[in-house]
């Protein structure tokens, strides 16, 4: 099984900031299977960007993903309250499917 | 609009059955992958089980081997999730997802809004 850590557990910022998410996998992951989720309070999760970099349909390109093997990245420029949620990372590479811990995103 | 609507959760004592529904419109089901998620109160994401698109592969959690049971039926674009002896520890809100087809995959999206299974006495 791959294990996915995501750091850090808890990121606070102020609005107008970057924030940056890592996802360090156990194993290598295959680029095209890394995904990124976005999940606020009573919500299902949304997708955010599949294939490590890419974004899904409608989200704005304030989100990017980055990395290859074993790190991954998500980055989110000029924070603005609907942005702060719990974020997860996905690996659909090797079976079980595995999603990192989550990181939640609160505001400073 | 591509929409997962689950039905069938509740109540249920350790030990009992409950059977969750996921129906999907807007697109062409019988194309996709489907899995279901769950997610225990308070804690994260962890996936659950995966069908393919004609029905005839599955895979579990293993948590879930051998008392969760993972189906479709195409002609009524719906997914189902079969949970049997069921534990305090499969309480959760359940979530169903659409994932890739045979041409590729592009995350699970979209996801059902869930539907939550107590397992209480």
């Known amino acids: 099984e791959i294990v996915l850590t995501q750091s850090p557990g808890t990121l606070s910022l102020s609005p107008g900031e970057r924030a940056t998410l890592s996802c360090r996998a156990s194993q290598s992951v295959s680029s095209n299977y890394l995904a990124w989720y976005q999940q606020k309070p009573g919500q299902a999760p949304r997708l955010l960007i599949y294939?490590?970099?890419s974004r899904a349909t409608g989200i704005p390109d304030k989100f990017s993903g980055s990395g290859s093997g074993t790190d991954f990245t998500l980055t989110i420029n000029r924070l603005e309250p609907e942005d702060f949620a719990v974020y997860y990372c996905?690996?659909?590479?090797?079976?079980?499917?595995?999603f990192g811990q989550g990181t939640r995103l609160e505001i400073k | 609009e591509v929409q997962l609507v689950e039905s069938g959760g509740g109540l249920v004592q350790p030990g009992g059955s409950l059977r969750l529904s996921c129906a999907a419109s807007g697109f062409t089901f019988s194309s996709y992958w489907m899995h279901w998620v769950r997610q225990a109160p308070g804690e994260g994401l962890l996936w659950v089980s995966r069908?393919?698109?004609?029905?005839?592969?599955?895979n579990y959690a293993d948590s879930v081997k051998g008392r969760l049971t993972i189906s479709r039926d195409n002609a009524k674009n719906t997914l189902y999730l079969q949970m049997n002896s069921l534990r305090a520890e499969d309480t959760a809100v359940y979530f169903c997802?659409?994932?890739?087809?045979?041409?590729?995959?592009?995350?699970?999206?979209?996801w059902g809004q869930g539907t939550l299974v107590t397992v209480s006495s």
């Open positions: 996905q690996q659909y590479d090797n079976s079980p499917i595995t």
């Open positions: 997802a659409r994932g890739g087809t045979k041409n590729g995959f592009w995350g699970f999206d979209p």
């Open positions: 294939g490590a970099s």
């Open positions: 069908i393919n698109s004609d029905g005839s592969r599955t």
